[in-house]
Nanobody, 127 residues
Framework: QVQLVESGGGLVQAGGSLRLSCAAS????????MGWFRQAPGKEREFVAG????????FYTDSVSGRFTISRDNAESTVYLQLNSLKPEDTAVYHC????????????????????WGQGTRVTVSS
């Protein structure tokens, strides 16, 4: 069983920045592909960013590419999401997720590929 705990959300003005963190339990963090998803009010959960087990490959949804950066620290069992140039449409609850499937240098992008989820941290961007 993997437990994921997000932190770092909050209220920020448009154009501002936040850094989200997701701490994972257990000793196998380096064997998980990690991802960030978000769910805005009244909308479905959507993929934001993913990172491979090695941390060498990342993938972003188009709407955040160039503004958000995903990274991981396997020694600290933590994955991060740096959010820059925030827009009101980025307002959502952000969830991290872990995919335990094989594949050292691949990135998972689909909800069904992920096995474990955190409870989420809320990001609110005011205009």
């Amino acid at each position: 069983q993997v437990q994921l705990v997000e932190s770092g959300g909050g209220l920020v003005q448009a154009g501002g920045s936040l850094r989200l963190s997701c701490a994972a339990s257990g000793r196998s963090f380096s064997t998980y592909k990690m991802g960030w998803f978000r769910q805005a009010p009244g909308k479905e959960r959507e993929f934001v960013a993913g990172i491979s087990k090695s941390g060498s490959r990342m993938f972003y949804t188009d709407s955040v590419s160039g503004r958000f950066t995903i990274s991981r620290d396997n020694a600290e069992s933590t994955v991060y999401l740096q959010l820059n140039s925030l827009k009101p449409e980025d307002t959502a609850v952000y969830h991290c997720a872990a995919d335990t499937s094989p594949g050292w240098n691949t990135v998972s992008r689909e909800i069904h590929e992920y096995d474990y989820w955190g409870q989420g941290t809320r990001v609110t961007v005011s205009s």
